[in-house]
């Protein structure tokens, strides 16, 4: 059986799981039922998929099925860049499967939830599968409704209606500009199938078309700026198991979409699309890390920083652009692992962080971080966990976060290399606005450590916190053992993807496994190394070190003073740091410029025993300046349109009259 078939199968148990999941509703025990098995196909198809890739396979696995257009059928290839993502998707799969266990007891929705939780695994491991544009497109548009009515699973809270709406819009203005790419791509002849795209050489304007309509269907998928007002608002509306499987994985879905369209299918590049990428990554980085800092809500805070992510996959793909672009094929090598390690990094450590989100949500009911705090004594597991988590999307090492983007930094200073003098100022500007995103992402998560589990509890619900349950636990630390892994032997997942490169730029970075002392070495040990192993040995024996000549040099003699204040000596949590006076010094710096930000201060004057206020006022341009004319506009016309319910039937009639004689006048005139 070929591996194709096993994962067509794993999909096929998925959807049953979804119409087994509707027939047992009502049992108490469908909840164990539907996520075990979900866990056990996902599980299944991972191993598949990883075997294929590592087993470096010398040809495609290929099925048709009589499905889909008459003289096409439904194509499905398995490949070392699908192997690749099917890993992704089905570790993300399994692992929130595993967490459901646990979070899908407290789930108030469960009829909402579990039907179509195997049916979006199902539909993300179809699009990757897919090696035609009708079967790509149908699993693409069951992808977006399947995960769009989980976002509606709580509908009657009016932000998740208003998410789902928006969700919606965006998906279907994603799904037409790709359904407009491959019909250029396809050619009059109406050759869908991959293998017949891949083997055309449509004109350069016409690629330059089809770059800019894959930007908006994948890019919007995806979360790139300005296309990326939906998924703030849909990832905090799911469950949030689903939050990690959209964030941590669709978005992957669709940069496997960007990839297989503008690497594999459009033909050799011009560099001048790279800078049309690379301007969008940076962007991207750089405004998804500064809307992050300004959130006070945990997850909607996590959903920003998967924006300024995919800007850094974004950013690493525009490179390998470049570089392919130029026959510089070393280099773009070395671009590309970098995007595909961070796609892989980056659906470890944002899973693992909204699975924690998900424990602290479970454990106090709460989202807001102002409502938190001191729930490093209440759950220290899983702070230990969400720690781990935001020291990788930080990137410091020893975890997996620092090597991507590191990678990342080498390929951005092998640019003096390019020709175009564009590509020479742009690269590091892009370079600048990669290493500022970095450093505002290491705040960012500092802001939502510390004031989620340090200090002392804001509520009565964080006062109340119990740590949650063992298989949310288990999930949590399996993902924390996985950055750790990646990040201190990152050389046996750049070989692994080694095959992948080698197929879409003709070059792959050199051998890692080998090197002494398990380096990785991208270009040249003259110019650049760095060994996690070593870096992770430094700091466990350094840090043990310091505290066994701490306790041992140190005087065993008691000294008591009173604690530590910072000038605050009320005990009330009220004086403490706050979400919003963390983000303060960034928001001054960057608010007037990027949110418009505006500060009211209320002081009441001495005597008077009102309390003091700060009111601040933030914009979201992109929202006011594109999307909501639209949707005003929108707005509008559907009033006006209204009117046509409450017409008479000879009124009826009427309009149907006239609509055919302007039809049949365009139609003369036409010809």
Request: charged share 10%; proline share 6%.
């Amino acid at each position: 059986m070929s591996a194709a078939l096993v994962l067509l199968w794993c999909v096929a148990a998925l959807l049953a799981i979804g119409f087994l999941a509707i027939a047992l509703i009502r049992l108490s025990a469908t909840t164990r039922v539907v996520y075990m098995a979900s866990f056990v196909v996902c599980a299944t198809a991972f191993t598949v998929a990883l075997t294929h890739l590592i087993g470096k396979a010398t040809s495609a696995s290929t099925l048709v099925l009589p499905l889909g257009l008459p003289w096409l059928g439904a194509n499905f290839r398995l490949d070392m860049l699908s192997a690749l993502f099917l890993v992704v998707v089905n570790l993300g799969g399994a692992a929130a499967s595993l967490y459901g266990l646990g979070y899908g007891r407290h789930e108030t929705a469960p009829a909402r939830v579990l039907p179509f939780f195997p049916a979006f695994l199902a539909a993300m491991n179809l699009v990757v599968l897919a090696d035609d544009a009708y079967t790509f497109l149908l699993s693409w548009e069951f992808m977006s409704l399947s995960s769009w009515a989980l976002v509606m699973s709580h509908h009657r809270e009016q932000d998740n209606t208003r998410a789902g709406y928006i969700y919606l819009v965006m998906a279907s203005f994603g799904t037409l500009a790709l359904l407009l790419a491959f019909g250029l791509l396809a050619s009059p002849s109406g050759d869908y199938g991959f293998a017949m795209i891949r083997a055309g050489t449509p004109a350069p304007w016409i690629s330059g078309l089809v770059l800019g309509l894959i930007l908006l269907g994948a890019g919007s998928k995806a979360g790139l700026v300005p296309l990326h007002v939906w998924l703030p608002l849909a990832h905090p509306a799911a469950p949030s198991h689903v939050s990690a499987l959209m964030s941590g994985v669709m978005t992957k879905v669709a940069v496997y979409g960007f990839i297989r369209i503008v690497f594999d299918l459009l033909g050799p590049p011009a560099w001048w699309w790279s800078t049309v990428v690379l301007t969008l990554g940076g962007a991207t980085a750089v405004l998804g890390v500064l809307y992050a800092l300004m959130q006070h809500d945990l997850k909607r805070l996590l959903a920003y920083h998967t924006v300024e992510n995919i800007g850094i996959i974004f950013i690493g793909l525009g490179l390998a652009l470049a570089f392919e672009a130029n026959g510089l094929a070393a280099a773009a090598a070395l671009a590309l692992t970098a995007a595909l390690f961070h796609v892989f990094n980056h659906a470890l450590f944002k899973s693992l962080l909204f699975f924690g989100a998900g424990a602290v949500l479970t454990a106090t009911g709460e989202r807001d971080m102002e409502r938190l705090g001191g729930l490093i004594h209440r759950m220290p597991l899983t702070a230990f966990a969400f720690l781990a988590g935001s020291v990788a999307i930080s990137a410091l090492p020893p975890l997996n976060g620092f090597v991507s983007e590191w990678l990342t930094f080498q390929a951005i200073l092998i640019s003096p290399e390019l020709p175009q003098w564009g590509l020479r100022l742009l690269v590091p500007a892009v370079g600048a606005m990669l290493a500022l995103s970095a450093a505002l992402a290491a705040a960012c998560f500092v802001k939502a450590f510390g004031i989620t589990f340090l200090g002392r509890c804001r509520s009565p619900a964080a006062e109340r916190a119990q740590e949650v349950d063992r298989f949310s636990l288990a999930t949590m630390f399996a993902f924390v053992a996985l950055c750790l892994l990646a990040g201190i032997f990152p050389g046996f997942i750049i070989d692994a993807m080694a095959p992948v490169t080698q197929a879409l730029v003709g070059a792959r970075m050199p051998a890692q496994a080998a090197v002494p002392w398990l380096s990785i070495v991208p270009i040249a040990e003259a110019r650049s190394s760095y060994n996690g192993l070593l870096v992770f040995l430094f700091i466990v024996s350094s840090a043990t070190f310091a505290a066994v000549a701490i306790h041992r040099l140190a005087s065993r003699k008691v000294r008591r003073a009173p604690a530590w204040d910072c000038g605050f000596p009320d005990p009330n949590p009220a004086t403490q740091y706050t979400a919003g006076s963390f983000a303060q010094p960034i928001r001054r710096v960057f608010g007037p410029q990027v949110f418009l930000a505006r500060e009211q201060v209320s002081m009441p004057p001495p005597g008077d025993t009102r309390p003091a206020r700060l009111r601040v006022q933030l914009r979201d341009l992109v929202w006011d300046t594109l999307y909501a004319p639209i949707e005003g506009f929108i707005g509008l016309a559907a009033d006006w349109l209204n009117v046509l319910q409450f017409l008479t039937i000879r009124r009826y009639l009427t309009l149907v009259f006239v609509a055919l004689v302007a039809l049949l006048l365009v139609l003369a005139l036409w010809r």
